[in-house]
């Protein structure tokens, strides 16, 4: 029999790391091993595994842009805003956030990949009554009525994550998970949907966050209409793609959404209430 490729080998020492929590040195040493052994077409340490899979899968279609808090613009280079309007046209005052936005159709399409059919439409026609899940909710029905069985629902969180205590220096990550998974799966990294990362010195802006949003916004409108999907049994299906929800803690909501902090006047991201002080901490000190 002929030899494996190095993208072969390279895939089962990616599963023998997973399965076993290896390090990349320990990696690094059984790619030593495997050499001194002569066995043929072996990776030469885990980076090259890495760059193996990144090269064919993820990198080709993310693109970075970059903010320019100036014109509340993308721009393609990171040297200066490319709005020739722009007064930051000949180069940014300083260094800009970054935006990585990575499509969601070839996400979905990889993740339904890897389930049948049958995995969807059972969470759909669950009849016992259980409130746990979102496909029990109004909303929801009302959907399964209009649409029928050809469709699928996204979640979205937004939340950002300090990089060190130090410094403000922070990623903003938008995730969607798909709601017909079942819950087991649903939020497992692999089965996990990233629209885009944003990375920037301080907290991003409403603006800014707005602008980062409006392409994800646009693909998912694309995304409601019908496109194909194929599922793990072979069979294709033409499927809607539909933003239902979204969970995210109190400040990232306010970013979203655009409206003011949580504890502010009109903080409150369902109704127009102006809201009130509340003495009640006051009151208790005093009995
Ligand atoms: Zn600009
Ligand atoms: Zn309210």
Redesign the pocket.
């Known amino acids: 029999s002929a030899d494996p490729s190095t993208h072969e080998v390279a895939a089962a020492l990616t599963i023998l790391k997973n399965r076993h929590n290896l390090s990349n040195r320990c990696l690094d040493h059984i790619c030593q091993l495997m050499r001194l052994l002569k066995a043929s077409n072996v990776p030469k340490g885990s980076a090259h595994v890495k760059r193996i899979f990144l090269s064919s899968s993820t990198a080709h279609f993310t693109s970075s842009s970059y903010y320019c808090s100036k014109c509340n613009q993308l721009s393609s280079k990171a040297t200066n805003c490319s709005n020739i309007k722009c007064e930051e046209n000949k180069s940014f005052s300083k260094r800009p956030p970054v935006f990585l936005r990575m499509p969601l159709q070839p996400q979905i399409k990889d993740v339904l990949l890897r389930f049948p059919s049958l995995n969807l439409q059972r969470q759909r026609y669950s009849t016992f009554i259980d409130s746990s899940d979102i496909s029990q909710g109004d909303f929801y029905k009302k959907l399964l009525k209009n649409e029928e069985n050809n469709f699928i629902t996204l979640t979205m969180n937004v939340d950002g994550i300090l990089i060190a205590k130090s410094s403000k220096s922070s990623l903003w990550v938008i995730t969607f998970v798909i709601n017909e998974l079942k819950k087991s799966e649903r939020f497992r990294i692999q089965n996990v949907l990233v629209g885009g990362i944003a990375s920037g010195q301080s907290k991003p802006t409403r603006k800014e966050m707005s602008v980062y949003l409006q392409s994800v916004v646009n693909e998912l409108l694309t995304l409601e209409n019908e496109h194909c999907f194929q599922n793990y049994d072979g069979n294709i299906e033409f499927l809607r793609v539909f933003l239902i929800a979204g969970s995210m803690d109190k400040p990232a909501q306010a970013l979203v959404q655009n409206i003011s902090e949580p504890n502010g006047a009109y903080g409150?991201g369902?109704?127009f209430?102006q809201g009130i002080i509340n003495f009640w901490f006051i009151i208790i000190l005093e009995e």
Do not use: P
């Open positions: 409150c369902k109704c209430l």
